[in-house]
């Protein structure tokens, strides 16, 4: 019989983001070329070279926030350390991970081929694809992950590819992350710091939230900027592909030199769970709370102005409820998300709303704090006005940023509060990053309006 991991005591460290590093002034044309880390002993310093210390030597990873979303990282070069990744977030051995680097010097080590006659490494400018370079000058450091062959001397430990023979990888917008890598002297593997299948984490608190226990650091800069992970592409094929849609939107991508014609490829086979995924969030049902989460696509939910009745008694017949939601409290929990079109109640049956601010302070600049309302009213049925539950109401902004910035963070509040049921309204897939918020919309789901 197998036994459980010993628990660990999990700990958020506060990271203050001030004189963590910067990338080296010179005449160097490459502004990415090396990043500093900051010679100075301050608190955020202290932390982060006990923070890389702890990466070097210890099997068990790091969270650490990165513009995107919260990351998971470990040493991407040592197999015992990435799979302590896997073991944290019980994730499918056979979904790939992303390696976040500090600069393009460590990126060219990754890509060298070791010279076995004598043991020295060659390391050769010209083996980052020039099909990439556009975009590196353009969106590096920041939410966008390339696809590159993987060495046949790779440094990479075998777990990070999953058996591909590419792996993926980004240089994080955030001096926080650089700062880790550059002093942990290797690339960190690190997807998202949560449970696998569960809501991306924005904030230290949903890290802890999903994986107390499980890792020993929580490295705390503040609520991410962009909310949704990075946009992977392959340019290695032609047309270029995106492989999962993120923070750099399509029409973005196409405004660079060779990505005119750059083509979605994120639902292909492997996204139905006919072959291994190409790249991570492909093939798994991903970013779901624990409440049965029912989309309505954005056509779909502009004609209808709101949630039909039927909808929620359709889901009390299917599920044979009996008045006891699975928070246990009596009644049913339902929550909505708005964006664009929906009214508060979206058309539901409620009593009077009481408010109440949901906010995650942060004091640094370059971040957004989290903050929307969750208006909480008694629910009745839409016939006999019986009440029947609980309606929670939430609105995460009408622009798609906004919405991209709130999502996970709405799905995580009423998840915590309860909800059995959370009707989200969708939006427009085809314009800045809504294709990545309906990307991770589709895969939350149990079921969709369209």
Known sequence: ??????????????????????????????????????????????????????????????????????????????????????????????????????????????????????????????????????????FWPGPLTLLLPNPISSKLAPEVTAGLKTFGVRMPNSPLALSLIKLTGMPLAAPSANASTKPSPTTAQHVLEDLEGRIEFILDGGPCLVGVESTVVDGLCDPPLILRPGGVSIDELRSCPGWEKVEKGYKDQSETGKSAPRAPGMKYKHYSPKATVILYEASFAADYNGIQAQDVKTFIQGRQFQQISRNGS?????????????????????????????????????????????????????????????????????????????????????????????????????????????????????????
């Not at 900051?38 to 982060?48: E, F, H, V």
């Not at 990282?73 to 056979?94: F, H, L, N, Q």
């Not at 979904?95 to 004598?118: C, F, G, K, V, Y």
């Not at 964006?339 to 004091?363: I, M, Y």
């Open 330 to 450: 009596g009644g049913l929990q339902i929550g909505i998300i708005r964006t664009r079109h929906w009214k508060p109640a979206a058309g539901l049956r409620c009593g009077d709303f009481k408010s109440e601010t949901v906010k995650t302070q942060n004091g640094q600049e370059h971040h957004l704090a989290i903050e929307f309302d969750v208006q909480e009213a008694e629910l009745y049925d839409s016939t006999t006005a019986v009440p029947i539950g609980k309606l929670m109401d939430v609105s995460i902004g009408t622009d798609t940023r906004s919405i991209a910035h709130g999502l996970f963070s709405a799905l995580r509040e009423l998840d915590r509060r309860g909800a059995d049921l959370i009707f989200v309204e969708g939006t427009v897939d085809d314009e800045d990053i809504g294709a990545a918020v309906m990307n991770r919309l589709r895969k939350a789901a149990s079921q969709i309006k369209s």
């Open 1 to 138: 019989m197998s036994q459980d991991l010993p628990r660990i005591n999990t700990q958020i460290l506060k990271v203050p983001e001030t004189e963590l590093g910067k990338f080296r002034d010179g005449n160097d044309q490459e502004k990415l070329g090396l990043w500093e880390v900051s010679q100075s002993k301050s608190p955020g310093i202290r932390i982060l070279n006990e923070a890389a210390q702890y990466l070097k030597t210890k099997n068990t990873p790091i969270a650490f926030p990165t513009e995107t979303v919260y990351g998971l990282g470990a040493d991407a070069t040592r197999s015992e350390a990435v799979k302590g990744i896997y073991t944290a977030k019980k994730r499918p051995s056979d979904n790939p991970l992303i390696i976040h680097i500090s600069d393009l010097e460590m990126l060219r080590s990754i890509l060298a081929p070791e010279n076995t006659s004598n043991g020295t490494t060659v390391t050769n400018h010209d083996r980052i694809p020039e099909i990439y370079k556009p975009l590196i000058k353009r």
